[in-house]
């Protein structure tokens, strides 16, 4: 159980994170738009993380059916799956952080869009207790 609140916490902070941001940002306690001018800078920026948002989330969805992954997990299973079950979180969670930063410093739409994307793909992954146990008896 200890493992499924670190699971959690994981899941949780960086969703608070990125609220935090909003909330910074749109109450005007961090200045938005710092780059706003630099078109190039955005363009590489958009591209970036373009790329990285759709070859994150399919990767994250899919993580534990890969070869290697589940060779790693079936050898040493209670050490292993905490560790990729965490990876699978970040896999998502850093992408939308930077991802709602970006929107704030470029005010480009197109990263506030992959930001929600990333979201509603954490639901996909939610560490829920059942989740945890099915993914235990998986091997």
Same mark, same amino acid.
């Given at each position: 159980m200890n493992h499924l609140r670190r699971l %959690?916490?994981?899941? &949780?902070? *960086?969703?608070?994170?990125?609220?935090? @941001?909003?909330?910074c940002f749109e109450s005007g306690a961090l200045i938005e738009g710092g780059?706003?001018?630099? %078109? +190039?800078?955005? $363009?590489?920026?958009?591209?970036v993380m373009e790329l990285v948002t759709i070859v994150l989330i399919p990767l994250a969805l899919r993580l534990f059916r890969l070869k290697w992954v589940d060779k790693a997990i079936? %050898?040493? *299973? /209670? %050490? +292993?799956?905490?560790? &990729?079950?965490?990876?699978?979180?970040?896999?998502l969670a850093v992408p939308m952080m930077?991802?709602?930063?970006?929107? $704030? +410093?470029?005010v480009h739409? /197109?990263?506030? $869009?992959?930001?929600?994307?990333g979201l509603l793909t @954490?639901?996909?992954?939610? *560490? /829920?207790?059942a989740r945890c146990q099915a993914e235990e008896n998986m091997e």
């Open positions: %959690k916490l994981t899941f &949780w902070a *960086p969703i608070a994170i990125c609220g935090a @941001m909003v909330a780059y706003i001018g630099d %078109k +190039q800078l955005e $363009y590489y920026c958009a591209l079936r %050898k040493n *299973p /209670s %050490k +292993q799956l905490p560790v &990729w079950r965490s990876i699978r979180l970040c896999l930077v991802n709602v930063f970006m929107y $704030y +410093q470029f739409p /197109s990263f506030g $869009y992959m930001a929600i994307i @954490m639901a996909f992954i939610y *560490p /829920s207790a």
